[in-house]
């Protein structure tokens, strides 16, 4: 009987090490998929890093401002009071964008676009070349139009201090040089 039992228990035993092994491999499985899908999502995110890193290089390139981007010590979180303490830290027109940009989509885009030529005139020596040679040639061919067009007012009310009168002319109404009214 004592045979029985312990061959019995011993058949007990081996079943439950062999379902434990059977728990234990698809644990196992189960742990190296999870590990995989780890590391996959490990990879991707260390891609995604390199390019959002390598994107904001280009942007900081081509802006050449080095963008704001009012990121406080919490993982790049954005906070309302870092997002106030950086708007209050600048100064004019920028304060006014930050203010009103949710009511006046127009302001961002022309603060977008004022930094940006901001930026592209700090980045390039010949774009700054080019841009004052521009503001130079339009100003003064605005100032030859303005001079030329005096020119040619003065000329006209010359003239008509040295030209003779012109005949009267008949006004509607009015009663003509012998007193009978106009027809």
């Known amino acids: 009987a004592r045979a029985e039992r312990a061959e019995a228990d011993a058949r ?3 079943d439950r090490a062999v379902e434990a092994r059977k728990l234990l491999d ?9 590990a995989t899908k780890l590391r996959t999502a490990l990879d ?36 309302s009071s870092s997002t106030h303490a950086s708007a209050s830290s600048r100064g ?7 203010r009103w940009s949710h009511e006046l989509p127009v302001l961002r885009l022309v603060d977008h676009l004022g930094i940006a030529l901001a930026g592209l005139l700090k ?3 010949v774009v700054r070349l080019a841009f004052l040679g521009y503001f130079v040639l339009l100003h003064l061919w605005t100032f030859c139009v303005i001079a030329a067009k005096a020119y040619a007012l003065a000329l006209d009310e010359e003239e008509d201090l040295l030209a003779p009168a012109p005949p009267a002319t008949r006004l509607r109404g009015a009663a003509d040089s012998v007193g009978r009214p106009a027809s």
């Open 123 to 125: 980045a390039s020596v």
């Open 92 to 98: 004019g027109w920028r304060v006014v964008a930050d």
């Open 44 to 79: 991707r995110n260390a891609r995604l890093d390199r390019e959002v890193a390598a994107l904001r290089a280009r942007l900081d390139a081509e802006v050449g401002l080095g963008v704001d981007r009012r990121r406080n010590n919490n993982n790049g979180a954005t906070s």
């Open 12 to 14: 007990r035993a081996t």
């Open 26 to 34: 698809g644990i196992s499985a189960e742990r190296s998929t999870l």
